[in-house]
């Protein structure tokens, strides 16, 4: 019997279906978020939309990226798609801030697993030289697809209402599901790992138990509290005993030997930091351009945009030029995009066209494509075979990771930096008011002088972002130096 062949470029089509899936998630809610949070109601609760997606899709990275090697690359894929298109399929109905985040988690619990069992299934199928040229194509087709996502976003929320930019997704995975099926075959996978559930459980509670403090801490209760020195002790105790069970496991989903590759602890944590920025823009920029600059939904999808416009076109030139030039240089220029691109948007003001934002976006989206690329390719290429999964999840866990602090961290900002420029003001309003803000319709309610109030607080608020975003740049900038001088993967 004839043994059945892969056929690659219908896998690679299918990879790009569920890469496409997840560009568009990342960013059509967030142009989206302005007219949810003025239905929906609960702006103090606006961070959460992302860390609960966030916060799942994180903890499961290293999880699924281990459930692979045992159970192959298809069947964790076909979970995690289903739980993706449940979840989104559920967030379309959400009738509170509150079931919305619910259901955000029951989506990440899904997105845990489309990018890196899609990542790792090119580098299974595609080596060398090719797979360096592959994986550029496919974070450029991240980036291009995310071009679509907030113009799209932008019209589904004037057109037939913010529920359809959760429901966008469904048929694009329902069509990549079909075709990983069909024309992906494996190999036997692993049966001798074992899952390390007690790593993951602890994992879990300690990311949970961050995230909440960062989310929370000066709102629901006081820094100085005991709640708040409960959540710290947790995480503290949380990771003592994280480490030491990773270290004691047999077949651990973070080996700590992978850490000591140069290149792949520089590489994850510049990652970590750039998602921190990424999280930060695209969440806020749609909020600057709605709610300070009074444009459409449609308008602050188009500012967004531009990231995923640099992006793709940064990640082709990486997945050509890297095996010439390495990623220690490649990833130099991408820093240094992201630091001029962050930098920028500290002089934003509410006067500007729309299209200087846009010009922003554009250079940050360059860093962007420059380092993703780059630290993916090299850290496959930096590892065998039975660590690929791993290495891999690990550079995807610490973007997200990034991600899930940015979204905490910078939302702890925004909510702190705006509720004491209210109270200073003598204002007896609570954050709940910046809800109305977002929305034009409601917006005619205030007076000249109430309106010019609060673009100016939401102003010097999403400033503050911006400004922790160029420091954390800086950051990227200097751990770039880390990053082994040589030439190809």
Same mark, same amino acid.
């Given at each position: 019997?004839?043994?059945?062949?892969?056929?690659?470029?219908?896998?690679?089509?299918?990879?790009?279906?569920?890469?496409?899936?997840?560009?568009?998630?990342?960013?059509?809610?967030?142009?989206?978020?302005?007219?949810?949070?003025?239905?929906?109601?609960?702006?103090?609760?606006?961070?959460?939309?992302?860390?609960?997606?966030?916060?799942?899709?994180?903890?499961?990275?290293?999880?699924?990226?281990?459930?692979?090697?045992?159970?192959?690359?298809?069947?964790?894929?076909?979970?995690?798609?289903?739980? =993706?298109?449940?979840?989104?399929?559920?967030?379309?109905?959400?009738?509170?801030?509150?079931?919305?985040?619910?259901?955000?988690?029951?989506?990440?619990?899904?997105?845990?697993?489309?990018?890196?069992?899609?990542?790792?299934?090119?580098?299974?199928?595609?080596? %060398?030289?090719?797979?360096?040229?592959?994986?550029?194509?496919?974070?450029?087709?991240?980036?291009?697809?995310?071009?679509?996502?907030?113009?799209?976003?932008?019209?589904?929320?004037?057109?037939?209402?913010?529920?359809?930019?959760?429901?966008?997704?469904?048929?694009? %995975?329902?069509?990549?599901?079909?075709?990983?099926?069909?024309?992906?075959?494996?190999?036997?996978?692993?049966?001798?790992?074992?899952?390390?559930?007690?790593?993951?459980?602890?994992?879990?509670?300690?990311?949970?138990?961050?995230?909440?403090?960062?989310?929370?801490?000066?709102?629901? =209760?006081?820094?100085?509290?005991?709640?708040?020195?409960?959540?710290?002790?947790?995480?503290?105790?949380?990771?003592?005993? =994280?480490?030491?069970?990773?270290?004691?496991?047999?077949?651990?989903?973070?080996?700590?030997?992978?850490?000591?590759?140069?290149?792949?602890?520089?590489?994850?944590?510049?990652?970590?930091?750039?998602?921190?920025?990424?999280?930060?823009?695209?969440?806020?920029?749609?909020?600057?351009?709605?709610?300070?600059?009074?444009?459409?939904?449609?308008?602050?999808? =188009?500012?967004?945009?531009?990231?995923?416009?640099?992006?793709?076109?940064?990640?082709?030139?990486?997945?050509?030029?890297?095996?010439?030039?390495?990623?220690?240089?490649?990833?130099?220029?991408?820093?240094?995009?992201?630091?001029?691109?962050?930098?920028?948007?500290?002089?934003?003001?509410?006067?500007?066209?729309?299209?200087?934002?846009?010009?922003?976006?554009?250079?940050?989206?360059?860093?962007?494509?420059?380092?993703?690329?780059?630290?993916?390719?090299?850290?496959? %290429?930096?590892?065998?075979?039975?660590?690929?999964?791993?290495?891999?999840?690990?550079?995807?866990?610490?973007?997200?990771?990034?991600?899930?602090?940015?979204?905490?961290?910078?939302?702890?900002?925004?909510?702190?930096?705006?509720?004491?420029?209210?109270?200073?003001?003598?204002?007896?309003?609570?954050?709940?008011?910046?809800?109305?803000?977002?929305?034009?319709?409601?917006?005619?309610?205030?007076?000249?002088?109430?309106?010019?109030?609060?673009?100016?607080?939401?102003?010097?608020?999403?400033?503050?972002?911006?400004?922790?975003?160029?420091?954390?740049?800086?950051?990227?900038?200097?751990?770039?130096?880390?990053?082994?001088?040589?030439?190809?993967?």
């Amino acid at each position: 019997m004839k043994s059945k062949v892969t056929k690659r470029p219908f896998v690679l089509i299918s990879v790009m279906l569920a890469m496409f899936m997840g560009a568009v998630e990342a960013t059509i809610v967030a142009t989206a978020m302005p007219s949810i949070t003025s239905d929906l109601g609960g702006f103090s609760r606006y961070s959460w939309v992302f860390s609960a997606y966030l916060l799942m899709s994180t903890i499961t990275v290293l999880i699924y990226g281990k459930l692979a090697d045992i159970f192959g690359r298809k069947v964790v894929f076909f979970i995690g798609v289903s739980l =993706f298109l449940s979840g989104s399929l559920l967030c379309g109905f959400a009738t509170t801030m509150e079931q919305l985040i619910i259901y955000r988690l029951i989506q990440g619990l899904g997105a845990g697993a489309v990018q890196p069992i899609a990542t790792i299934i090119i580098g299974d199928v595609y080596q %060398g030289e090719e797979r360096a040229k592959i994986q550029g194509y496919l974070s450029s087709v991240w980036g291009i697809s995310a071009v679509s996502g907030p113009a799209i976003g932008g019209i589904l929320v004037e057109t037939i209402g913010w529920q359809f930019v959760f429901w966008v997704n469904i048929p694009l %995975g329902l069509i990549a599901m079909i075709g990983i099926g069909l024309f992906l075959h494996e190999t036997s996978p692993r049966k001798d790992t074992t899952v390390d559930y007690k790593g993951a459980i602890l994992l879990t509670a300690l990311l949970s138990s961050l995230l909440f403090w960062l989310v929370e801490g000066g709102q629901s =209760f006081p820094w100085k509290s005991l709640t708040s020195l409960s959540l710290i002790l947790v995480v503290i105790v949380g990771l003592y005993f =994280f480490i030491k069970v990773e270290k004691r496991a047999s077949d651990p989903f973070m080996p700590f030997s992978i850490w000591r590759n140069k290149t792949i602890l520089f590489a994850n944590l510049i990652s970590f930091f750039t998602g921190v920025i990424l999280i930060g823009l695209s969440s806020y920029i749609p909020m600057y351009v709605t709610g300070v600059m009074e444009q459409k939904a449609i308008v602050a999808g =188009f500012t967004l945009t531009a990231v995923s416009i640099g992006w793709p076109i940064a990640s082709t030139i990486a997945g050509r030029l890297l095996t010439k030039h390495g990623a220690s240089k490649l990833s130099f220029v991408g820093t240094l995009f992201l630091m001029i691109g962050t930098f920028s948007f500290i002089f934003i003001n509410p006067t500007l066209n729309p299209i200087v934002i846009a010009c922003c976006s554009f250079l940050v989206g360059i860093g962007m494509g420059l380092t993703s690329t780059s630290f993916i390719v090299t850290i496959q %290429g930096a590892v065998g075979q039975e660590l690929r999964g791993v290495a891999t999840a690990s550079n995807l866990f610490m973007r997200n990771f990034g991600n899930t602090v940015g979204a905490a961290l910078l939302g702890t900002i925004v909510n702190v930096t705006l509720g004491k420029y209210l109270k200073h003001n003598g204002s007896t309003e609570d954050l709940s008011i910046i809800d109305q803000l977002l929305d034009a319709e409601e917006r005619n309610v205030f007076s000249v002088e109430e309106l010019s109030f609060l673009q100016a607080g939401l102003d010097n608020a999403l400033h503050a972002v911006f400004i922790a975003s160029f420091i954390i740049a800086i950051i990227c900038f200097i751990l770039v130096f880390g990053i082994p001088k040589k030439k190809g993967v």
